[in-house]
């Protein structure tokens, strides 16, 4: 039986005995795949679903024979146009590909970056690809920030994507990330486990937040591969997916993602930085000058990816090559400000 439209007008929904037991916004994406779980959470958190007449939240689990009533904002329908945008493609199949996003490219289109997204370069490189994140986010699973490069999970498909999320959702995925930090850890390895919420006074920007009701726990494990003088090369695997949580995790142990404009304070490494004071240094006439710069976004890399593919089963992992600014940055390090 096909349902309406709950953006048209709300929608009552009995659960029936084979759902018993799932989230709420599990059992509405099941049954309304256009809408993202995204989507649907927001409408939860604004009353947009009930449960019984009553509120819910997302992560009640409904039991045979409740009534959820289904309200959704409508979703806009005007996807992201196609561009011919050089893709470096880690892996394809039938149903995903990994791609080794650079840094610079917004992930989906969004207020001020309508062009020029991996979401546009999606559209030109393949034929299909899944809708269940709604028409701007054509296969995207999961995002990185602008600044941040790596290997990023596409879907081609419906079934793939709700499969590939739910590995998300359920932290089942592996994640490793590899960066520069501004600043030397204390230890070689440690967690981080703080809570992150919204900042009090920036919107731009998440902070560390105790005691704040909307915080959410979140935990990053690292690990110190190579100490520099006033530098640090850091592998990073996050037990947690919270916005921005790799670059306020450390920068809450005072050693900030090298670049990271929000959390580091500065923008760019030059050469001219690091040699200050060595002999035989290569001379530059000017720190404005572009070949003076190493480095000009944040020093994060999505490096490494394991999941299980979503249709077969099978454990994947992915590597994504470190960009050309971050090796480079490494070399200049290792030259200049290389530990005796």
């Given at each position: 039986?096909?349902?309406?439209d709950?953006?048209?007008?709300?929608?009552?929904?009995?659960?029936?005995?084979?759902?018993?037991?799932?989230?709420?916004?599990?059992?509405?994406?099941?049954?309304?795949?256009?809408?993202?779980?995204?989507?649907?959470?927001?409408?939860?958190?604004?009353?947009?679903?009930?449960?019984?007449?009553?509120?819910?939240?997302?992560?009640?689990?409904?039991?045979?024979?409740?009534?959820?009533?289904?309200?959704?904002?409508?979703?806009?329908?005007?996807?992201?146009?196609?561009?011919?945008?050089?893709?470096?493609?880690?892996?394809?199949d039938?149903?995903?590909?990994?791609i080794?996003?650079?840094?610079?490219?917004?992930?989906?289109?969004?207020?001020?970056?309508?062009?020029?997204?991996?979401?546009?370069?999606?559209?030109?490189?393949?034929?299909?690809?899944?809708?269940?994140?709604?028409?701007?986010?054509?296969?995207?699973?999961?995002?990185l920030?602008?600044?941040?490069?790596?290997?990023?999970?596409?879907?081609?498909?419906?079934?793939?994507?709700?499969?590939?999320?739910?590995?998300?959702?359920?932290r089942?995925?592996?994640?490793?990330?590899?960066?520069?930090?501004?600043?030397?850890?204390?230890?070689?390895?440690?967690?981080?486990?703080?809570?992150?919420?919204?900042?009090?006074?920036?919107?731009?920007?998440?902070?560390?937040?105790?005691?704040?009701?909307g915080?959410?726990?979140?935990?990053?494990?690292?690990?110190?591969?190579?100490?520099?003088?006033?530098?640090?090369?850091?592998?990073?695997?996050?037990?947690?997916?919270?916005?921005?949580?790799?670059?306020?995790?450390?920068?809450?142990?005072?050693?900030?993602?090298?670049?990271?404009?929000?959390?580091?304070?500065?923008?760019?490494?030059?050469?001219?930085?690091?040699?200050?004071?060595?002999?035989?240094?290569?001379?530059?006439?000017?720190?404005?000058?572009?070949?003076?710069?190493?480095?000009?976004?944040?020093?994060?890399?999505?490096?490494?990816?394991?999941?299980?593919?979503?249709?077969?089963?099978?454990?994947?992992?992915?590597?994504?090559?470190?960009?050309?600014?971050?090796?480079r940055?490494?070399?200049?390090?290792?030259q200049f400000?290389?530990?005796?």
């Open positions: 039986m096909t349902l309406p709950p953006a048209l007008a709300p929608v009552d929904v009995t659960v029936s005995a084979e759902h018993a037991g799932v989230r709420l916004d599990w059992f509405i994406a099941q049954t309304f795949p256009s809408y993202s779980r995204t989507h649907i959470r927001k409408s939860i958190n604004v009353q947009g679903v009930r449960v019984n007449g009553k509120r819910a939240k997302a992560a009640m689990r409904v039991t045979a024979g409740d009534v959820v009533t289904v309200s959704l904002p409508e979703l806009a329908r005007e996807g992201p146009l196609p561009a011919a945008i050089p893709l470096e493609i880690l892996y394809e039938d149903a995903i590909a990994v080794n996003k650079p840094p610079g490219m917004v992930v989906h289109p969004g207020r001020g970056h309508w062009e020029g997204t991996l979401a546009s370069a999606l559209r030109y490189h393949f034929d299909e690809l899944s809708e269940f994140g709604g028409p701007t986010r054509p296969g995207i699973v999961h995002r920030d602008r600044d941040t490069s790596g290997a990023i999970l596409i879907a081609k498909n419906d079934r793939a994507h709700q499969r590939a999320s739910d590995q998300f959702e359920n089942t995925v592996t994640k490793e990330y590899f960066a520069i930090t501004a600043g030397v850890p204390d230890h070689d390895r440690d967690l981080i486990d703080l809570p992150i919420g919204p900042h009090p006074y920036q919107r731009e920007k998440m902070a560390i937040r105790r005691d704040h009701p915080a959410r726990p979140a935990q990053s494990f690292y690990e110190v591969e190579r100490r520099f003088a006033g530098y640090a090369a850091v592998r990073i695997l996050p037990k947690t997916g919270r916005t921005h949580q790799i670059r306020l995790h450390l920068a809450s142990i005072g050693c900030p993602v090298l670049c990271d404009r929000l959390y580091g304070g500065r923008a760019r490494l030059t050469l001219s930085e690091l040699t200050q004071g060595k002999q035989n240094a290569v001379s530059h006439t000017s720190a404005e000058d572009d070949g003076d710069i190493l480095i000009a976004r944040q020093a994060l890399h999505a490096f490494r990816l394991t999941i299980r593919h979503p249709l077969d089963d099978r454990e994947l992992t992915f590597e994504a090559p470190l960009p050309q600014d971050m090796r940055t490494l070399d200049a390090l290792g400000r290389a530990l005796r």
